[in-house]
Nanobody
Framework: QVQLVESGGGLVQTGGSLTLSCLVS????????LGWYRQAPGKQRELVAA???????NYADSVKGRFTISRDNAKDTVYLQMNSLKPGDTAVYYC???????????????WGQGIQVTVSS
């Protein structure tokens, strides 16, 4: 089955940097679209950044210019480089894989377990 394992979260001061990694197994990694989402306490889960199988990226306005999503198909890993972190970035971050299964089944979504990122002021 598809499994996602996130790492790299933690506590950082305002202005600091962190890099999240998500190792994916059980799927043909380079065919999938990937994304990072986050959910802060009391808020809905929101898209942070996404990258397609061809490498096209998309970012939430709140992180443009500060965060970078990338993928290493040789390592089955997607990354989120986060710079100039702010207290408002504090959330649980989730990795997501969109696996296209054809016209009849459509796209299946798989989520990681989530990892905490805390930015102190």
């Amino acid at each position: 089955q598809v499994q996602l394992v996130e790492s790299g979260g933690g506590l950082v001061q305002t202005g600091g940097s962190l890099t999240l990694s998500c190792l994916v197994s059980g799927t043909i990694f380079d065919r999938n679209d990937l994304g990072w989402y986050r959910q802060a306490p009391g808020k809905q889960r929101e898209l942070v950044a996404a990258i397609t199988s061809s490498g096209v990226t998309n970012y939430a306005d709140s992180v443009k210019g500060r965060f970078t999503i990338s993928r290493d198909n040789a390592k089955d890993t997607v990354y989120l480089q986060m710079n100039s972190l702010k207290p408002g970035d504090t959330a649980v971050y989730y990795c997501k894989v969109d696996e296209y299964q054809g016209l009849r089944i459509g796209t299946l979504e798989y989520w990681g377990q989530g990892i905490q990122v805390t930015v102190s002021s």
